[in-house]
């Protein structure tokens, strides 16, 4: 379970004709990495609580090398009561909190359970991803939301991609945290819409 191999298994999915690419989260990096390695099946980006460098650094927003770290290690150890835990994370800032992780257990349930094998492979591309380059050399239209209160990629990361990409688009959803798929659907869905149209109307 590698960067690589996930990237050419969604190849796989796609349509014939160039697409729409929508990623959330790692799903995120995974979308910028096919708009590299396959240009001509992707016609647009849309990035949603995403960052193309998840770890912290000195110049650049993101998560603490040592939390993750102790996620890592805490998933080894306690696979169950760590996935809890990072659930509750994604929702901790939102005002109607317990609603929210309500609705992500009930839409996980609904889901084939991820191995903690999977998991751990996720985290780990997750400690060494690095995608800025790729989003700066992106010729397509590019949109990224974020959620104002996402304690996992902060607002700032939108600021520094447009840094990057001076193309790209950031749409900030008022009170929404690292979900807004699931807490925030017809914000989300009214923003894609719009994007998609505009793309489509400027090719």
Same mark, same amino acid.
């Given at each position: !379970?590698?960067?690589?191999?996930?990237?050419?298994?969604?190849?796989?999915?796609?349509?014939?004709?160039?697409?729409?690419?929508?990623?959330?989260?790692?799903?995120? $990096?995974?979308?910028?990495?096919?708009?590299? @390695? !396959?240009?001509?099946?992707?016609?647009?980006?849309?990035?949603?609580?995403?960052?193309?460098?998840?770890?912290?650094?000195?110049?650049?927003?993101?998560?603490?090398?040592?939390?993750? +770290?102790?996620?890592? $290690?805490?998933? +080894? @150890?306690?696979?169950?009561?760590?996935?809890?835990?990072?659930?509750?994370?994604?929702?901790?800032?939102?005002?109607?909190? @317990?609603?929210?992780?309500?609705?992500? @257990?009930?839409?996980?349930?609904?889901?084939?359970?991820?191995?903690?094998?999977?998991?751990?492979?996720?985290?780990?591309?997750?400690?060494?991803?690095?995608? &800025?380059?790729?989003?700066?050399?992106? &010729?397509?239209?590019?949109?990224?939301?974020?959620?104002?209160?996402?304690?996992?990629?902060?607002?700032?990361?939108?600021?520094?991609?447009?840094?990057? +990409?001076? &193309?790209?688009?950031?749409?900030?959803?008022?009170?929404?945290?690292?979900?807004?798929?699931?807490?925030?659907?017809?914000?989300?869905?009214?923003?894609?819409?719009?994007?998609?149209?505009?793309?489509?109307?400027?090719?």
């Amino acid at each position: !379970y590698t960067l690589e191999s996930v990237v050419d298994a969604v190849y796989a999915q796609l349509p014939e004709h160039a697409c729409v690419l929508i990623g959330w989260s790692l799903g995120g $990096n995974v979308a910028l990495r096919l708009a590299e @390695k !396959y240009p001509q099946k992707i016609k647009s980006l849309v990035l949603i609580a995403s960052n193309p460098h998840f770890m912290e650094t000195k110049n650049w927003p993101g998560v603490q090398a040592d939390v993750l +770290q102790l996620f890592t $290690n805490n998933l +080894q @150890k306690n696979p169950a009561p760590t996935l809890l835990r990072f659930m509750s994370i994604q929702v901790q800032e939102m005002d109607d909190k @317990k609603a929210s992780l309500k609705q992500i @257990k009930q839409a996980l349930q609904e889901c084939a359970p991820s191995s903690p094998e999977v998991l751990m492979a996720g985290l780990g591309i997750l400690q060494a991803v690095d995608q &800025r380059k790729i989003l700066s050399s992106l &010729r397509i239209p590019v949109m990224m939301i974020l959620g104002e209160l996402d304690t996992l990629v902060p607002v700032s990361v939108g600021e520094q991609c447009q840094l990057l +990409q001076a &193309r790209l688009e950031v749409h900030l959803i008022a009170g929404a945290g690292h979900i807004p798929f699931i807490t925030d659907q017809k914000q989300l869905l009214a923003l894609i819409h719009d994007f998609t149209r505009r793309s489509d109307c400027n090719a």
